[in-house]
T-cell receptor, first 112, second 115 residues
Framework: QKEVEQDPGPLSVPEGAIVSLNCTYS??????FMWYRQYSRKGPELLMY????GNKEDGRFTAQVDKSSKYISLFIRDSQPSDSATYLC????????????FGQGTELSVKP | DTGVSQNPRHKITKRGQNVTFRCDPI?????LYWYRQTLGQGPEFLTY????????KSRLLSDRFSAERPKGSFSTLEIQRTEQGDSAMYLC?????????????FGPGTRLTVL
C-alpha cells in the first residue's frame, strides 16, 4: 500500500465548475500537507500548504485536511482553462528532514 | 532568475553510459533535495543535503547513483552504467531548512532518456 493514494484521473470539467481533488494517506504521524500544481514538462509549484487538520483558503483554492479520516482535499472554484495541469498532493512527517511523499497526481483539464 | 535551475534540461544517452546532472538551488537555501518522477507518477524522494552533508538516501538510490554538494551550493547527481529503467524526470528542490514544513521550491527538472 502506498503511503499517499490519489486518483490519477484524468478529470475533465467545463470552465466555471467547482473541482474537488482528493487524497488519502496511511501514516497518522504525517502533519504537513501540501498541494502542488505541475504543468506539462515543468517542475511542481506549491499551491497550498496546511499544518494538521483544518481548512485553508487562498483565492479560488481551498485546502482541507481531516486527520481523523486521513483525508486531504483541494477545491478549485470557478475553474479556468489555465487551471489545466496535474495536481499533486504531498505530505511530510515530523522530523523527516523535509522529505516529501507525493501522491500519483490527478490530471485536470478545464474545457472552455 | 532567482529560482532553482537544472542542467541539462534534456539528456539522451545509450544504455551503459554515465550521465551527470547539475542543480543550482536558490541562494542561501541550506537544504537541497533530489526526486525522480516517472510518467504518470508523483515525484519520489532520492536524497537530500543539509549544506554539504548528505543526510538521507532512499532505497531507490542504487549503488550506480551518487550525489554530491561539495561546497553546500550546487549539487550534482551522477548515474553510472545507465539502464533503460533510469529513464525519468530528475527534479531538484531547495528549501531554507531548519524547520519542519519548509516550502520546497522545485526546478524545471532534467528529463533523461536511456536508449
Amino acid at each position: 500500500q502506498k503511503e499517499v493514494e490519489q486518483d490519477p484521473g484524468p478529470l475533465s470539467v467545463p470552465e466555471g465548475a467547482i473541482v474537488s481533488l482528493n487524497c488519502t494517506y496511511s501514516n497518522s504521524a504525517f502533519q504537513y500537507f501540501m498541494w502542488y500544481r505541475q504543468y506539462s514538462r515543468k517542475g511542481p509549484e506549491l499551491l497550498m500548504y496546511t499544518y494538521s487538520s483544518g481548512n485553508k483558503e487562498d483565492g479560488r483554492f481551498t485546502a482541507q485536511v481531516d486527520k481523523s479520516s486521513k483525508y486531504i482535499s483541494l477545491f478549485i472554484r470557478d475553474s479556468q482553462p489555465s487551471d489545466s495541469a496535474t495536481y499533486l498532493c504531498a505530505t511530510e512527517g515530523a522530523n523527516q528532514g523535509g522529505k516529501l511523499i507525493f501522491g500519483q497526481g490527478t490530471e485536470l483539464s478545464v474545457k472552455p | 532568475d532567482t529560482g532553482v535551475s537544472q542542467n541539462p534540461r534534456h539528456k539522451i544517452t545509450k544504455r551503459g553510459q554515465n550521465v551527470t546532472f547539475r542543480c543550482d538551488p536558490i541562494s542561501e537555501h541550506n537544504r537541497l533535495y533530489w526526486y525522480r518522477q516517472t510518467l504518470g507518477q508523483g515525484p519520489e524522494f532520492l536524497t537530500y543535503f543539509q549544506n554539504e552533508a548528505q543526510l538521507e538516501k532512499s532505497r531507490l538510490l542504487s549503488d550506480r547513483f551518487s550525489a554530491e554538494r561539495p561546497k553546500g551550493s550546487f549539487s550534482t547527481l551522477e548515474i553510472q552504467r545507465t539502464e533503460q529503467g533510469d529513464s525519468a524526470m530528475y527534479l531538484c528542490a531547495s528549501s531554507l531548512g531548519g524547520a519542519n514544513g519548509d516550502e520546497q521550491f522545485f526546478g524545471p527538472g532534467t528529463r533523461l532518456t536511456v536508449l
